[in-house]
């Protein structure tokens, strides 16, 4: 399995980013796969961001991106995340995450990152 994850950049306070996820290699149906998208900032650990379970198409985001932050499947084995009012807290390394599952949004494959950096 290869989780790809492309999109991030600089971009200032207020703006708009849209990070984007190609899975391969996947042994079971896309649908039937957790895609989720995680982020770890400089000190911290990696805390999840958002998940949508491909089976039910249920979403669940943090708090912190709540009505900001939107996850969709936008075409076969894509997974993308809209970044809208985007913060400097939103500053991160932001990771593509799958796991086959039904409900367990913990994923078993993680792809290799993409930097976000929200400055003015």
């Known amino acids: 399995v290869r989780l790809v994850e492309s999109g991030g950049g600089l971009v200032q306070p207020g703006g708009s980013l849209r990070l984007s996820c190609v899975a391969s290699g996947l042994p079971r149906k896309f649908d039937e796969y957790v895609m989720s998208w995680y982020r770890q900032a400089p000190g911290k650990e990696r805390e999840l961001v958002a998940y949508?379970?491909?089976?039910?198409?249920?979403t669940r985001y943090a708090d912190s991106v709540k009505d900001r932050f939107h996850i969709s499947r936008d075409n076969p084995n894509n997974t993308s995340l809209q970044m809208n009012a985007l913060k400097p807290e939103d500053t991160a390394v932001y990771y593509c995450?799958?796991?086959?599952?039904?409900?367990?949004?913990?994923?078993?494959?993680w792809g290799q990152g993409t930097q976000v950096t929200v400055s003015s």
């Open positions: 949508n379970i491909g089976v039910s198409g249920k």
């Open positions: 995450g799958a796991r086959h599952s039904s409900y367990n949004y913990v994923p078993d494959h």
